[in-house]
């Protein structure tokens, strides 16, 4: 590999306003030292969280065109990462990048509800399609709502044991994926916690957050985008964990002190400097 930073592939949206997607996925794997070269999916004015009507551009004619552009110059990636998707085509366009690097790292962050419910866009079809694209997927990393949604089982909102917690891990490995991250998780014991598998040597890692009680739009894209970022940096999958965790629970207690807008998004801006630290913020223990 020539002298360069190592490079991502995001096919992902763009929201212009609002903090998600790929307007934060670039600055944070740009501040780990990784260059994110970003395939836009669609392109919104603001996300679609309660900011009015919102202006969208379809751009999934756009994907297969840039990937065969790609091929062309002999443009290599070292990791393959993808979000929110629209449509089966689009779909099938990861299916195709994944397939056209082979080598590169396979990251799904398979963006389908929250808070115990799909998104509008998330039918019974696209649900079946993302647990094709997860089935190709090195990496997964799903909200606990993503997670029951993807092994087919109805959403519990009750706290997961650790044997249950375990449980839907292995299952997410069984799809395919090396390593299953699950976000957010409430505990039987009252943590809130990530969790992952690492299929490969058979662990299971836990970093406790620090509740605070308020939500807002994209943390789950800046999670996964830290995640990637610490893989390419040579992470361990507890430590990746550990890393993406304390930069989230930094910036949200943060802007959280500010009592600015939710809808707005984290101010991370204030934050990103630690992202070039080598320190790890946060402690981890097996599950």
Known sequence: MENRPKRVLAIHDLSGF?????????????????????VPTAVFSTHTG?????????????????????????????????????SADQIDSCLAALGQYPQAL?????????????????????????????????IVTPNLTEAYL?????????????????SMLARLCELGPRCAVM???TMAEGAVCNLG??????????????????SYPGTGDMFASVLVGGFLQGDSLPIAMARATGFLERTIKNT????????FGVQFERDIGMLGAKEVQKSFSLL
């Open 18 to 38: 609002g903090r998600c997607s790929l307007s934060v996925i670039l600055p944070i794997l740009s501040a780990m030292g990784v260059q994110a070269c970003p």
């Open 50 to 86: 309660n900011l009015g009507d919102v202006e969208m551009r379809d751009l999934t004619d756009f994907i297969a065109p840039a990937l065969e552009h790609y091929g062309r110059l002999g443009v290599e990636f070292e990791s393959v990462y993808t979000g929110f998707l629209g």
């Open 106 to 138: 396979g990251v799904v962050d398979p963006v389908m509800g929250d808070h115990g419910r799909p998104y509008r866009t998330m039918t019974a079809d696209m649900i079946r399609r993302m647990g094709e694209l997860v089935r190709r997927a090195d």
């Open 150 to 166: 993807l092994l087919g089982r109805e959403y519990d909102f009750s706290p997961l044991t650790h044997a249950d917690a375990k």
């Open 183 to 185: 976000t957010g998780v």
């Open 197 to 214: 598998l690492d299929r490969e040597s058979n662990s299971y890692w836990r970093v406790a957050c620090e509740y605070m009680p308020v």
């Open 256 to 263: 959280f002190s500010y009592q600015s807008d939710t809808r």
